[in-house]
């Protein structure tokens, strides 16, 4: 019993490092890593617009997009992400943004929002982008193409 107690545990242990292996040269050589950073500054009726919340994405076409990194603009009204993915193919990224500016939303977890897509030539392989996206300043007052409404974002 004992001898195939410490077979078995050989086993799982030879099988756990090969399946680790197996992951690190799919995720290095097949499909490796990109990154981007993007950046800018929220204006609301003339002053900063604080707590926008921005998210970004890995826009994938076939398969649910991928989260790359999100947080809030701070009091300056000012933001910056900077995430990754590893993907097949060229990672295709883009900014979401959930702002309430001039917005009273019948629902309270409703924003509205748009996207902004980031251009290729920011997107830099490996884990660390090399070049920040700076969307500039923008002013939530005016209405982007594709803006809607959005109540399901978390």
Do not use: W
């Amino acid at each position: 019993m004992f001898k195939s107690t410490v077979i078995f545990l050989a086993l799982v242990v030879c099988c756990q490092s090969q399946t680790n292996l197996l992951n690190r040269i799919t995720n290095f050589s097949i499909r490796p890593q990109q990154s981007v950073s993007v950046s800018g500054r929220f204006m609301c009726n003339g002053r900063p617009a604080n707590n926008v919340k921005v998210k970004l994405y890995d826009n994938d076409h076939f398969t649910l997009d991928d989260l790359m990194a999100n947080g809030y603009s701070d009091a300056n009204g000012a933001f910056r992400l900077q995430g990754s993915a590893n993907e097949y193919t060229n990672i295709t990224p883009k900014l979401n943004v959930y702002h309430r500016c001039n917005y009273t939303p019948l629902i309270p977890t409703c924003y509205q929002k748009f996207s902004i897509r980031i251009p290729n030539d920011y997107i830099t392989r490996g884990p660390v982008a090399q070049r920040v996206f700076d969307v500039g300043t923008l002013n939530l007052e005016a209405k982007y193409a594709g803006q809607g409404r959005d109540c399901l974002n978390k």
